[in-house]
């Protein structure tokens, strides 16, 4: 192999290698910004661990769409959301989610003892038809008796179609990462929160 060529091969290497470093910044950097908002709202460490995100979870109220942080009424979200999960396809048996919704503010912020409040409990969601999971805990819309509450949506890949899952007793005092770890479902894929406090009677 002569010089030119041994000069190609070099400088093909090293663009290879700053290709790559470039892509995993960015991937660090996307991964910071869909955190950011989470752990800005305590929602990281109050009710998930820091997680890499690796989908994106749409809820929506109607016409709202759901963001980090918005402030939404317990009348307009009242009734239960549409979702979608867009995620990569992945060469697996199965392609099934869990969906959890709580609230850790309960009965206030300032006092969290009932923390969490458990919403919506969805199991083996098809991530093409989310209207076909297996609803364990039916919906249950904001209600915040004092201050502003945060209803949080958490989206998790399983490894495997859940069967004979304990369901909660009730919706008081549940731990999201308590069922996760229960139900052998690692870190979120995804998670979303919102805003809300009880509305002023007219």
């Known amino acids: 192999m002569g010089i030119s060529s041994k000069s190609e091969s070099h ?3 090293v663009l290879f290698f700053t290709v ?11 991964t910071s910004s869909s955190n950011r908002q989470l752990v800005k709202g305590r929602v990281i460490p109050d ?4 997680f890499v995100p690796t989908a994106k979870l749409k809820i929506n109220y109607g016409r709202t769409r759901v963001v980090n942080g918005l402030l939404i009424s317990p009348s307009a979200a009242a009734k239960a959301p549409s979702f979608e999960i867009l995620a990569r396809s992945r060469r697996s048996p199965v392609d099934l989610y869990t969906l959890i919704v709580a609230d850790p503010d309960a009965p206030s912020p300032d006092n969290p003892i009932r923390r969490e409040i458990l919403h919506w409990l969805v199991v083996n969601i098809p991530r093409k038809r989310p ?7 039916p919906y249950a819309g904001p209600a915040p008796p ?34 996760t770890a229960a139900n052998e479902l690692g870190l979120p894929i995804a998670a979303v929160y919102f805003n809300s406090t009880k509305e002023m009677s007219s």
């Open 47 to 50: 009710v998930l661990d820091l």
């Open 146 to 179: 004092l201050g502003i509450h945060r209803y949080v949506f958490s989206l998790y890949k399983q490894n495997k179609v859940l069967k004979g899952v304990k369901v909660p007793e009730g919706r008081a005092l549940f731990r999201t990462r308590g069922f």
């Open 20 to 30: 790559f470093a470039l892509a995993s910044c960015l991937a660090v950097e996307a």
């Open 11 to 13: 400088r093909q290497i």
């Open 131 to 137: 209207l076909e999971g297996e609803v364990l805990v």
